[in-house]
């Protein structure tokens, strides 16, 4: 389990820095278990492509706050920068130059200097968008534009278990599944169309005991799954990735022995076995997990 978590972490490192994974909007999923190692899957809700905001990047609208007129007619949008003259040993020199002379700004200068800066934050928008794009379509991602994301819900369909994929707009798809396997051998859920790497929403793994580890790293709150397997590794959660968005109940009900899980509750007799649940928003911080032996 600790490696497996591992290597999401440096797997996904360059998607993190890239700003594209899949990840839970609002969901419900239920996972039925069964003694003769049969499983049920559903999923219905929302998945989403994240994209990181660029707040901290943009200075936000123009204002008049921004333009700087001088009377040697210079101007510039920003802050005033003042050259310091240095000592050869770094220090400041005692005689400094005076600061550049300002004055008011004219009609013609206010709108150059308006026209200047919306033009470079238009264009630093599309250089982020453009890298954001190149670097989900290496891992087999969708880019933001809505053709490249309605035909991936077209390949989606092609896919067992994707009753419905409807594309929503901004990255967001709202999606039916449901699959029907055995646990003789490892599960994940999702698996995407050409993408080589998967933060999963499910994984179930058969031991040699043969007992069964179901885990849903994606289906956290808070920092996502990077912070969430952070914390349970030790390792410092410096949120380098996009927040999650996952809001819903994960259900899992079995009629096997429950040997641990991490739910808040505990498991609740049914009449088709126990079930443990989870509910996940932004305040829950834990990756739910459970082992079940038949």
């Known amino acids: 389990m600790g490696g497996f978590g591992k290597f999401i972490v440096a797997a996904a490192a360059p998607l993190m820095l890239g700003g594209c994974l899949w990840g839970p909007g609002k969901f419900t999923s239920d996972l039925a278990l069964r003694k003769n190692g049969s499983f049920v899957l559903d999923y219905r809700g929302e998945i989403m492509l994240q994209i990181p905001d660029d707040k901290d990047e943009d200075a936000g609208p123009w204002s008049e706050q ?16 003042v050259a310091m003259a240095m000592e050869p040993d770094g220090k400041p020199k005692t005689d400094q ?25 238009a264009q630093r928008s599309e250089r982020k968008r453009e890298q954001s794009d190149q670097m989900a379509k290496l891992f087999g991602l969708p880019g933001s534009d ?5 035909r991936f819900a077209a390949q989606l369909m092609k896919y067992q278990g994707w009753r419905s994929v409807t594309y929503r707009g901004k990255g967001l798809f709202d999606v039916d599944y449901h699959f029907e396997g055995h646990v003789g051998q490892d599960y994940v859920f999702p698996m995407m169309p050409d993408s080589d790497i998967v933060i999963p929403f499910i994984a179930i793994r058969r031991r040699v005991d043969g007992s069964v580890m179901v885990t849903a790293p994606a289906l956290t709150g808070g920092s996502g799954p990077f912070g969430a397997r952070a914390k349970m590794l030790n390792l410092p959660d410096k949120s380098d990735g996009p927040p999650s968005r996952a809001e819903g109940r994960f259900t899992i009900t079995t009629d096997g022995e429950i040997l641990t899980n991490n739910s808040e509750d505990g498991p609740v007799a049914g009449s088709s076995g126990k079930s443990v649940r989870w509910d996940v928003s932004p305040a829950s911080n834990k990756i739910p997990e459970m082992l079940v032996r038949f």
């Open 146 to 150: 809505d053709e490249s994301n309605k």
């Open 97 to 121: 130059p005076p600061p550049p002379k300002m004055r008011a700004c004219t009609k013609a200068e206010l709108a150059k200097l308006k026209s200047e800066y919306e033009t470079d934050r």
């Open 66 to 81: 921004n333009a700087h007129c001088y009377v040697d007619g210079q101007t510039s949008n920003g802050p005033i920068i």
